[in-house]
């Protein structure tokens, strides 16, 4: 499903804080970048049938975009980027798109030297944290030799959302909580359950990206999200490239400030 209506590429809705997440000028020095930039990849099929191309090509182009994407957050000076790169739901698409889907998040884990050459520190959210992914067992290697190989660095942290829905975290989290809660006493409140997600020290969202033109979280990031302004584009992921994600921090720049009710820092936590 689409909806187009966005012309222009972008329209706004949540309440955003750019100055609270801003985390200094970014490399174009032209003013503040947010810290934490996540982004839904969406339309690769639609962007392959646009061409005649089969879907398969909308995701092979799209795996090229988001390494893209990563090099221009970094050179920005974004310091989170966070892309959603396969949900629980995925799981439904047929069997060859699913096989074909995961074999590009081994062709993004490829990638790892150069991004360690970057300093660019990867992780992972989703159910390999739990323990309870249905991932081929060599894709999640791959996804552990990059986690290990990038965790000393301290340039930008590019997460991949993999296997991941954000009602299950939650899940995971209530049940880790509730654990600790029986074993030591620890205390339950927001600040407990941020420190119990699948990735503790990810700050909030400070912008929140859709591509395709399509308003949903699409089970994303719910907790993280609470107060992020959302940038929906026509654009389909294969063509959002640099000059969007720019577009995007720009339009992010005029936001009007909200009520700051962008949930608990989880970094904040010791
Ligand atoms: C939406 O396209 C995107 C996905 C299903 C997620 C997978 C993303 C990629 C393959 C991009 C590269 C990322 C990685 C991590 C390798 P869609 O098929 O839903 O498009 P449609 O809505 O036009 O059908």
């Not at 609270?20 to 000028?25: D, L, Q, R, V, Y």
């Not at 893209?68 to 995925?90: K, P």
């Not at 993004?108 to 991004?115: A, G, S």
């Not at 119990?196 to 929140?208: G, H, I, N, S, T």
């Amino acid at each position: 499903m689409s909806d187009d209506t966005a012309a222009g590429g972008a329209r706004a809705s949540g309440m955003g804080s750019p100055a609270a997440g801003a985390s200094g000028m970014g490399a174009s020095g032209t003013g503040p970048v947010p810290a934490h930039v996540a982004v839904i990849m969406d339309g690769n099929g639609r962007w392959a049938e646009s061409k005649g191309l089969p879907r398969t090509e909308g995701h092979r182009q799209g795996e090229v975009t988001l390494a893209e994407v990563v090099r221009a957050a970094d050179d920005l000076g974004i310091r989170w980027f966070t892309a959603y790169g396969f949900s629980t739901e995925n799981w439904s698409r047929p069997k060859l798109e699913v096989d074909f889907i995961l074999s590009l998040h081994k062709n993004i884990f490829d990638r790892r030297l150069e991004m360690h050459r970057n300093n660019v520190r990867i992780r992972c959210i989703g159910r390999p944290v739990a323990g309870t992914s249905r991932l081929p067992r060599q894709i999640l290697r791959e996804m552990e030799e990059s986690v290990e190989l990038t965790k000393a660095n301290t340039g930008l942290n590019f997460t991949l959302a993999f296997d991941y829905g954000s009602r299950e975290e939650l899940v995971y989290a209530a049940r880790n909580l509730l654990e600790a809660h029986l074993r030591e006493g620890t205390v339950i409140d927001e600040r407990s359950v941020a420190q119990f997600l699948y990735e503790p020290a990810m700050p909030p969202v400070d912008l929140l990206v859709r591509t395709s033109g399509e308003q949903r979280l699409s089970n994303f990031l719910l907790w993280q999200s609470v107060g992020a302004p959302f940038y929906v584009t026509s654009t389909y992921w294969p063509d959002f490239g640099r000059a969007e994600l720019e577009a995007a921090v720009d339009w992010w720049r005029a936001v009007p400030q909200g009520d700051g009710a962008r949930g608990p820092a989880s970094s904040a936590i010791a």
